[in-house]
């Protein structure tokens, strides 16, 4: 009998092929965030049951743009950059189950196929995008991470531009924002082969840092746009209010998750 390997598709004789190796995964990144508040209904359309509204602030959002370097165990990939390098955007918001505050990412886009199929595996509902970020730098024209130092940052999809903003960063911060600082409450679908049987997989999952390190936190001032694209529903999140904006380099090593329950969500 032959036998396959690989911990993601493809699976081959050797898994060499495999989109993405096993856990742990490790990451090193620069951390633009813009926190705002929206209409909590629009957060609200975007909780299957069992989730609810956060208790406190259940309009927060906050939307974050992340230049990652990332690896396995062995960090081999960081030798082959083609293979660790990659950026993301992604809406997140809070939410409550059973009590407990948790944090949601609702949109995201990256820029490879080898984290998309991380987001398969971790709940998160990743696409394509083309996202860009200023990049901190000592020397140069690019700016320092210091007082007045600003930070533009760019996120399109299927052509369309869907949010952009500038950053000004005002003084040291304890915190880069508190929508992101719990743990995540993420499902995992996949529908049955079998039309009309709904879903194969089905499953709320917690999953958050298995370790974490960080740079100072600065916090400062966002302008900070949407915009209405045709395939996608970022724009449905309003600026209604700043709360404020941040810039936070981190390390990070995600090592799984744990099941909340199963078979219980409102997707369709």
């Known amino acids: 009998m032959m036998t396959v390997r690989g911990f993601f598709h493809p699976k081959t004789a050797t898994g060499a092929s495999s989109l993405i190796p096993s856990p742990p995964w490790r990451y090193s990144g620069d951390l633009l965030t813009v926190e705002y508040r929206t209409d909590p ?42 293979l660790s390098q990659y950026k993301e955007a992604f809406a997140v918001v809070r939410c409550k189950y059973r009590g407990q505050t948790y944090s949601r990412c609702v949109y995201i886009w990256v820029d490879k196929d080898f984290a998309i199929a991380r987001g398969l595996h971790q709940g998160y509902p990743k ?22 130092a600003r930070f533009g940052a760019t996120l399109a999809a299927a052509d369309r531009r869907l949010a952009q903003t ?22 995992r679908w996949l529908p049955s082969i079998e039309k009309g049987k709904g879903l194969a997989l089905d499953e709320l ?64």
């Open 205 to 268: 999952i917690e999953s958050g840092a298995a370790s974490f390190e960080a740079g100072q936190a600065w916090r400062g001032d966002a302008e900070l746009e949407l915009f209405e694209a045709p395939t996608e529903e970022l724009a449905r999140l309003e600026i209604h209010e700043p709360i404020g904006a941040y810039y936070r380099q981190v390390g990070v090593v995600w090592d799984g998750g744990r099941l909340l329950e199963s078979g219980m969500s409102g997707a369709e």
């Open 166 to 187: 500038v950053v000004t960063l005002r003084e040291p911060s304890e915190t880069n924002g508190f929508v992101n600082g719990h743990p995540m409450a993420h499902h």
């Open 127 to 148: 696409k394509l995008g083309s996202i860009h970020q200023t990049r901190p730098h000592p020397y140069g024209p690019a700016p320092r991470i210091e007082a007045g």
């Open 41 to 82: 209904a629009r957060v609200r359309e975007l909780l299957p049951e069992p989730l609810e509204l956060a208790d406190e602030d259940p309009g927060a959002v906050a939307l974050i743009w992340a230049d990652w370097q990332s690896c396995s165990a062995d960090g081999g990939e960081l030798l082959d950059p083609v």
